[in-house]
């Protein structure tokens, strides 16, 4: 009875021990998993039957036909029975391998074969090996498609996977493992089962023994205790070699009827131990841990069948009755289950369906540019990943929608890959025209004739930014050659340029300096005096003469500087500019350039044309707000561009109205040197 209490404690803490871990689903337990094989041999040896009331217990059918619960459990048990450590595979979370990557199933292996006992893993094994070969497939159908689209030949593939090398050295590091535990095991059985098969032959010898019959009895009880002792036997003899055991025990107290207390009190001992595990049994449908139940109702019928002997024959159909019953409510339930299992598996097949539509959708749409196909490509990616985390699918779909899936993501695969093999045929003829203006800038990079040559280097450049990829090998040698190419040129031409400039990088420093000196310049108070200091500012800053194009901001600087100075004397932004155009004028009046006032004058007209015409047209603008009043925001800002124009407007009429007196008084000059010379 205490080892009784034992076995279920066992039962019912192996179970706790999980079922935070993982939830087990049923599928765990070894008469749920019909995704998966195991590789043992087949169990289908005919079973000797038995003359007893025994086999009411063991040919029972569910009223609907269906497989008989206890078969179910009977089968569990022949299982566990051949080797205490098969019932570890119970405790061993069945993970999600379908959702897993090929690494993480190689992770998962490796920890499996390292951690656990080998006759407790072939489950999960085999569930790996599964969903590992089928993504290899699909992963090496993948590179295979890639490699015939580059041009090879399909009969050259290969492919060196080091997931898969790994795969292969912790599976065959498994099967060496499992071959010789089973090895040693398959005697070990044997040997257990020539044990109790003379066991049974020994109880059946007790009833032919003449001799005292409490000697008898003692004999039965330790032929009872070696059978206890006896070992695992092969699980495909299990349940033959108990059936014969228990048919020989019955008769065997069929015979103690020349001693009925004895039998009686063994019959009610038993009787008691089985009213305790119907008990157990039937308060197993108030447990809401399915499977922790289920695995203590295993344990139940365990003790059941090898630890308590036969009941009085007016108690056997009922006791087992009631056991039955209560086995076949936790079948009920457990069916109930698988059914709203099988509900979660139709939802994901639904969304597997609808991710499969989706890539097909997109293999039929395959784009005609580089982007916008790596986003596509991006897409698959995310709807595989999708599909492989939906989750199991019914098992009578699991192959079609797997095939399903494969030729969707082959046919995008095959699309994707046409289009790259028709983009590198463009490709190609890209690199011969870069070849071709590479050569053609390799040939003008040292010539002289900068104006000739410089606007074409430029057309080249230009001409090479239209030009679209070329292959990837090839790009960086061809970029690179062709960019020295045009940096030698240019750093010729600037070289060239830079000497040219010399003047005009010593006239920026003289700015520079006097742009200094004018920072830390200050007003005296006499406005005389400090007008005409910034006068000579000005005209120290016009002698420079011109600066490099790059460095022209510090122009901007200084007439900020020289218009806040001025600003501050109170002079007006109109006078400001006439002062600056002063200094403009005598620079015009030193120059030996007969056109320069010409052009100036021409400059000067059409600034002030451009004035007018913007007037014109602001006035016009105005007439639009007639009736509008002059607080209306609009009115207000066109009348301040219209004084604004004007004022510029009058600006530009005293500029032009100093240049004149600037030729006029050079035209009198030239005259009276003119006359000058005549007198002489």
């Given at each position: 009875?205490?080892?009784?209490e034992?076995k279920?404690q066992q039962?019912?803490?192996?179970t706790?021990?999980?079922?935070?871990n993982?939830?087990?689903?049923?599928e765990?337990?070894?008469i749920?998993?019909?995704?998966?094989?195991?590789?043992?041999?087949?169990?289908?040896k005919?079973?000797?039957?038995?003359?007893?009331?025994v086999?009411?217990?063991?040919?029972?059918?569910?009223?609907?036909?269906?497989?008989?619960p206890?078969d179910?459990i009977?089968?569990?048990n022949?299982?566990?029975?051949?080797d205490t450590?098969?019932?570890k595979?119970h405790?061993?979370?069945f993970?999600?391998?379908?959702?897993?990557?090929?690494e993480?199933?190689?992770?998962?292996?490796?920890?499996?074969?390292r951690n656990?006992?080998?006759?407790?893993?072939?489950?999960?094994?085999?569930?790996?090996k599964y969903?590992f070969?089928q993504?290899f497939?699909?992963?090496?159908e993948?590179?295979?498609?890639?490699?015939?689209?580059?041009?090879?030949?399909?009969?050259?593939?290969r492919?060196n996977s080091v997931?898969?090398?790994?795969?292969?050295e912790?599976?065959?590091d498994?099967?060496?493992?499992r071959?010789q535990?089973y090895?040693?095991?398959e005697?070990?059985?044997?040997?257990?089962l020539?044990?109790?098969l003379?066991?049974i032959?020994?109880?059946k010898?007790l009833?032919?023994?003449?001799?005292?019959?409490?000697t008898?009895?003692?004999?039965?009880?330790?032929?009872?205790?070696?059978?206890k002792?006896?070992?695992p036997?092969?699980r495909?003899?299990?349940?033959?070699?108990?059936r014969?055991?228990?048919?020989?025990m019955e008769?065997?107290?069929?015979?103690?009827?020349?001693n009925?207390?004895?039998?009686?009190l063994?019959f009610?001992h038993?009787?008691?131990?089985k009213?305790?595990?119907?008990?157990r049994a039937?308060?197993l449908?108030?447990?809401?841990?399915?499977n922790k139940?289920?695995?203590?109702?295993?344990?139940?019928?365990?003790i059941?069948?090898?630890?308590?002997g036969?009941?009085?024959k007016?108690n056997?159909?009922?006791i087992w009755?009631?056991f039955?019953?209560a086995?076949?409510?936790?079948?009920?339930?457990?069916?109930?289950h698988?059914?709203?299992?099988e509900?979660?598996?139709?939802?994901?097949l639904?969304?597997?369906?609808?991710?499969?539509?989706?890539?097909?959708?997109?293999s039929?749409?395959v784009?005609?540019s580089?982007?916008?196909?790596?986003?596509?490509?991006s897409?698959?990616?995310k709807?595989?990943?999708s599909?492989?985390?939906?989750?199991k699918?019914?098992?009578?779909v699991?192959?079609e929608?797997?095939?399903h899936?494969?030729?969707?993501v082959?046919k995008?695969?095959?699309?994707?890959?046409?289009?790259?093999?028709?983009q590198k045929?463009e490709?190609?003829h890209?690199?011969?025209?870069?070849?071709?203006?590479?050569?053609l800038?390799?040939s003008?990079?040292?010539?002289?004739?900068?104006?000739?040559v410089?606007p074409?280097?430029?057309?080249?450049?230009?001409?090479?930014?239209?030009?679209g990829?070329?292959?990837?090998?090839?790009?960086?040698?061809?970029?690179?050659?062709?960019?020295?190419?045009?940096?030698h040129?240019?750093?010729?031409?600037h070289?060239?340029?830079?000497?040219?400039?010399k003047?005009?990088y010593?006239?920026?420093e003289?700015?520079?300096?006097?742009?200094e000196?004018?920072k830390?310049f200050?007003?005296?108070?006499?406005?005389k005096?400090?007008?005409a200091?910034?006068?000579?500012?000005?005209?120290?800053?016009?002698?420079?003469?011109?600066i490099?194009?790059?460095?022209?901001h510090?122009?901007?600087?200084?007439?900020?500087?020289?218009?806040?100075?001025?600003?501050?004397l109170?002079?007006?932004r109109?006078?400001?500019?006439?002062i600056?155009?002063?200094?403009?004028v005598?620079?015009?009046?030193k120059?030996?350039d007969?056109?320069?006032?010409?052009n100036e004058?021409?400059?000067?007209?059409r600034?002030?044309?451009e004035?007018?015409?913007?007037?014109?047209?602001l006035e016009n603008n105005?007439?639009?707000?007639?009736?509008?009043?002059?607080?209306?925001?609009?009115?207000?800002?066109?009348?301040?561009n219209?004084d604004?124009?004007?004022?510029?407007?009058?600006?530009?009429k005293?500029?032009?109205?100093?240049?004149?007196?600037?030729?006029?008084?050079?035209n009198?000059e030239?005259e009276e040197e003119?006359?000058?010379?005549?007198?002489e």
């Open positions: 009875m205490q080892d009784n034992h279920l039962a019912e803490g192996g706790e021990q999980t079922s935070d993982s939830k087990a689903s049923l765990e337990s070894p749920s998993e019909p995704n998966v094989s195991e590789e043992t041999v087949s169990e289908n005919e079973e000797p039957k038995a003359e007893s009331s086999s009411n217990e063991d040919n029972a059918k569910d009223s609907d036909g269906s497989e008989d206890i179910e009977d089968e569990s022949a299982e566990d029975a051949e450590d098969n019932e595979r405790y061993i979370p993970l999600d391998y379908h959702t897993m990557p090929m993480n199933l190689v992770g998962e292996l490796q920890k499996l074969v656990e006992k080998v006759q407790a893993i072939g489950k999960h094994v085999s569930a790996i969903e070969d993504k497939q699909e992963f090496l993948h590179k295979k498609e890639e490699f015939v689209s580059k041009g090879g030949n399909e009969i050259d593939f492919y997931a898969k090398r790994q795969f292969n912790v599976y065959a498994y099967r060496e493992k071959d535990y090895k040693q095991l005697q070990n059985l044997k040997n257990n020539h044990k109790r003379e066991i032959e020994e109880l010898g009833i032919d023994v003449e001799e005292d019959i409490n008898t009895y003692n004999n039965f009880k330790n032929l009872q205790e070696s059978w002792n006896a070992g036997i092969p495909n003899n299990y349940n033959d070699v108990w014969t055991y228990h048919h020989h008769i065997f107290y069929d015979f103690l009827h020349l009925r207390e004895l039998r009686d063994d009610k038993n009787l008691e131990e009213q305790k595990l119907v008990e039937e308060a449908a108030d447990e809401p841990d399915l139940a289920f695995r203590e109702l295993q344990t139940l019928h365990k059941w069948k090898e630890d308590i036969p009941v009085a007016e056997r159909e009922e009755e009631r039955s019953n086995t076949k409510a936790m079948h009920q339930r457990r069916q109930e698988f059914q709203e299992q509900k979660v598996y139709e939802k994901n639904e969304k597997k369906q609808e991710i499969i539509a989706s890539i097909a959708q997109i039929g749409n784009a005609n580089h982007r916008a196909l790596q986003q596509q490509i897409e698959v990616e709807l595989r990943d599909f492989f985390k939906a989750g699918v019914p098992q009578r699991n192959e929608t797997w095939s899936f494969k030729d969707a082959r995008f695969n095959r699309n994707k890959n046409a289009f790259y093999k028709n045929k490709q190609q890209n690199l011969d025209k870069k070849q071709a203006l590479l050569d800038a390799i003008l990079k040292d010539r002289d004739d900068w104006e000739e410089t074409e280097m430029k057309r080249i450049q230009s001409e090479w930014k239209k030009i990829h070329v292959p990837r090998r090839y790009s960086d040698k061809i970029w690179k050659e062709f960019k020295d190419a045009c940096n040129y240019f750093d010729r031409l070289s060239e340029k830079n000497e040219a400039q003047d005009k010593e006239n920026y003289k700015k520079n300096a006097c742009l000196r004018l830390e200050q007003l005296s108070g006499d406005k005096k400090d007008l200091e910034i006068k000579e500012f000005l005209a120290e800053w016009k002698q420079y003469g011109r490099p194009y790059n460095k022209k510090i122009n901007g600087k200084f007439n900020k500087i020289v218009d806040a100075l001025l600003k501050k109170g002079v007006s109109q006078e400001s500019e006439l600056k155009y002063g200094n403009k005598q620079e015009l009046a120059t030996e007969d056109r320069a006032i010409g004058r021409v400059f000067i007209r600034k002030i044309d004035s007018k015409s913007e007037i014109r047209q105005l007439q639009f707000f007639s009736n509008s009043s002059e607080d209306n925001p609009l009115v207000q800002e066109v009348i301040k219209i604004k124009q004007k004022e510029a407007l009058q600006t530009w005293e500029k032009l109205k100093k240049l004149n007196i600037l030729e006029n008084r050079l009198r030239a003119e006359n000058s010379n005549e007198e």
